[in-house]
């Protein structure tokens, strides 16, 4: 962490949103670990299953907009505690009223969707209180939060063994009130939020390059790393035989890997530059996903596999975020929610294109094999964009944060 860190901002502030963060991610993705239990009640088949679970990560992905126009105009807080109320009170009803066939899991999605998009509340809230120097370390702590997915993973599948799955939906709200409660408490909005913009000014910056290479970047980073959150109980049942509570536990292994060095990811940008650390972020998943497509017998072997993957998807994540806030100081909130969709796009890409692989071709290979194309994109992108960004903004900023 770097020297001053701890003086630079508002630590509570943080915390909340980590905590915000955690929650929602833990909501967002739940339908991956219940999966299995789901699926076999309903009935459903491979593609089926894949487009239940990519459902929550498309829908965050398009209300991350919604909330990063509302983040600008009401500010974070305020809308953090409107989206909380709003997942609350969805869970509610469809515990109450039941989950009974494919149709409904795809509504359920579109709710936990919500949970999905606090992604462009939680990131601004944090943001707005650190300088430039001290963003990376900052956006990864608040954006760790993804460990929620942790939660999901090792807490559903054994909740649902002892009380039915359609019960962990009712179980899932009593973590979401009292994280509520404690981000009314502790949040506040940062006195350097910058003014509010109108809708000509949210078309500008889709007219900006750099906001559409960032969004790019981050659809293979973030879309990785919610895909495969997603995805991989259910590849773990399927591709090696295990019980859904043992496929939580792999799935929980591989999560927590990509939450764990997130924070890092952005620590380490701040030293040796957003652009460096995603390149080698880019080249290692590449290779990996395209080892792992090729199908690896051994549980024991492929496990480590997925982990560093999802370590590095994690890495990435950070690295991504440490370089928005320097060419977008004063509309992170827009571009967050922007940035934070198209990572979305992404994970719906991944996960429902895990299903339909499954379904046509009988394995997960192609899938696998197409999104390593997709990383090794993306590092010739970068490459190629960053020599422009080095002769104009960026190495502007890195002086800026050097001098702070």
Known sequence: ?????????HLPTLVAAFLY??????????????????????????????LMVATPVLAGAALRIVNGVLADHLKPRLT???????????????????????????????????????????????????????????????????SGTVLAALFAPLLAVAFGWQNVLGLAI??????LALFVTLAKDSPRSPPKKSLKDY????????????????????????????????????????????????????????????????????????VRALSFVYGLVAILMLVISRGVPDLSVALPL?????????????????????RFARNVGVVTGLVGATGGVGGFYLAASLGYAKQLTGGYGVGLAIFACLALAALTALTGV?????????DR????????
């Open 203 to 274: 078309a500008e910056i889709l007219r900006i390059s750099d906001a559409w290479w960032l969004m790019a970047f981050y659809s293979v980073t973030f879309g990785g790393f919610v895909g495969l959150s997603s995805f991989l109980p259910i590849y773990f049942n399927d591709q090696y035989g295990l019980t859904p509570v043992g496929a939580g536990y792999c799935t929980a292994a591989c999560v927590f890997a990509g939450s764990f060095v997130r924070p890092f990811g952005g620590a380490v940008a701040d030293r040796i530059g957003g």
């Open 397 to 404: 900023s890195a002086l800026v944060a050097a001098n702070a």
């Open 21 to 50: 963060f955690d929650v929602s991610f833990m909501v967002w993705v739940i339908l991956g670990p219940l999966a299995v239990f789901i699926a076999k009640d309903l009935h459903l088949n491979s593609a089926q299953k894949g």
């Open 1 to 9: 962490m770097n020297r001053g860190f701890l003086r630079a901002g």
């Open 306 to 326: 997925i982990v560093v993957t999802m370590g590095a998807l994690g890495a990435g994540n950070g690295a991504v975020f440490q370089i928005v806030p320097q």
């Open 174 to 179: 009593i973590p979401l009130v009292i994280v």
């Open 386 to 394: 960053s020599v422009r960004w080095r002769r104009t903004w960026l």
């Open 80 to 146: 953090g505690i409107i989206m909380q109320t709003a997942v609350i009170a969805g869970l509610a009803a469809f515990w109450a009223f039941g989950v009974t066939n494919f149709e409904t899991t795809l509504a359920l999605g579109v709710v936990l969707g919500v949970a999905g998009a606090s992604f462009a509340i939680a990131l601004p809230l944090a943001s707005y209180w650190y300088p430039p120097q001290h963003q990376g370390t900052a956006l990864g702590i608040a954006g760790a939060g993804n």
